[in-house]
């Protein structure tokens, strides 16, 4: 593979901003969908950019490296290169699906939006627009263009590349590192007990053993949903043997341990987010299972977001052999 020099990566990289952005621009002329804009600043092989809603006039696109809301990407880093290619073609796909919701909804025989040829923009039709905006299937194509996709998958890439957990445990005794790492499988299983009811949202499962001085654990995420599970579908399978008189393998398992353990928090505000949303209502809790179970719109909405794709593929970039 053609290893890309920074100026086409800064080329390839301008090139999805503006591409994002021209769609945006022109969903923005629809009126009732959200749209977005992308603002970007380069500084010494850095690239800084953030997504705002273009709803928000009073907040003016400038990235800077200053911003708390910014992005940091080391563009000589061919990962974090990579995972901002394919996350930018993420948006600019859902983007184009609004997009043509939009078209559609603009057609004169739908009756909600009318042009103005003046301002090359469609505006709400005042006399039948309200009423059709409320009819349930309308409001529900509206909606789904309403989540915060950006936002998860920005979380989700400062747990996989930001985050340094070595830190948390400078100082600490090989044993105490062993007994903290412990602790966080502990709050992984949990979490795991609380996510296996409810559908389609990626969850963590692992095993921890320990055999005198070795340490085994296993580590795998799933779908997989319902009461009983006799074999599980699994993506990021990971098996560390380690040494626990070995500094380097301890902080090398408690570094990937606590990865498990903010993804699996990640995934938990993701669920309770979807599932407190009403509009597009994303599950049902069946009466008599407790099983949250995804409705039509939850369904698309998971499709659209794919996480499992995202961790599958973000996860297994990340080198956390045990040498």
């Known amino acids: 593979m053609e290893q890309l020099s920074y100026e086409k990566k800064v080329q390839a990289i301008l090139e999805k901003f503006l591409e994002y952005n021209k769609i945006n621009k022109d969903i923005k002329r629809f009126g009732i969908f959200n749209s977005f804009s992308v603002s970007h600043q380069f500084d010494q092989g850095k690239l800084y950019f953030e997504m705002r809603n273009t709803d928000d006039e009073d907040q003016l696109l400038v990235t800077s490296a200053s911003s708390e809301q910014s992005i940091m990407i080391n563009i000589e880093n061919d990962k974090e290169f990579n995972w901002l290619i394919k996350t930018m073609n993420r948006f600019i796909e859902k983007s184009k699906i609004s997009m043509k919701k939009a078209r559609e909804l603009a057609k004169p025989q739908v009756g909600i939006l009318v042009y103005d040829e003046f301002t090359d923009s469609y505006y709400l039709n005042p006399t039948s627009g309200p009423v059709l905006l409320k009819s349930k299937e309308i409001a529900k194509e509206i909606a789904s263009t309403r989540i915060d996709i950006f936002g998860i ?21 090989l044993d105490v590192v062993c007994e903290k790492s412990k ?30 001085d070795t340490i085994y654990f296993e580590s795998f995420v799933t779908t997989d949903f319902g009461l009983e599970i006799e074999e599980y579908n699994k993506i990021n399978e990971n098996n560390l043997k380690v040494n626990k008189t070995i500094a380097s393998e301890v902080e090398n398992m408690y570094n990937y341990i606590g990865l498990v353990e903010d993804i699996s928090l990640q995934m938990i505000e993701i669920a309770r987010d979807l599932i407190s949303k009403n509009d597009p209502r994303m599950y049902v809790q069946d009466k008599t299972t407790k099983l949250w179970i995804l409705t039509t719109e939850g369904r698309n909405t998971m499709q659209n977001l794919n996480i499992m794709d995202f961790l599958n593929n973000d996860i297994s970039e990340i080198n956390f052999e045990i040498n």
């Open 183 to 212: 602790e966080k499988i502990n709050k992984i299983i949990d979490i795991e007990t609380r996510l296996r009811k409810i559908e389609g949202i990626p969850r963590c499962i692992c095993f921890y053993k320990e055999d005198n």
């Open 153 to 173: 998958f920005i979380n989700l890439r400062s747990i996989l590349i930001e985050k340094d957990r070595v830190s948390e445990i400078i100082g600490d005794s």
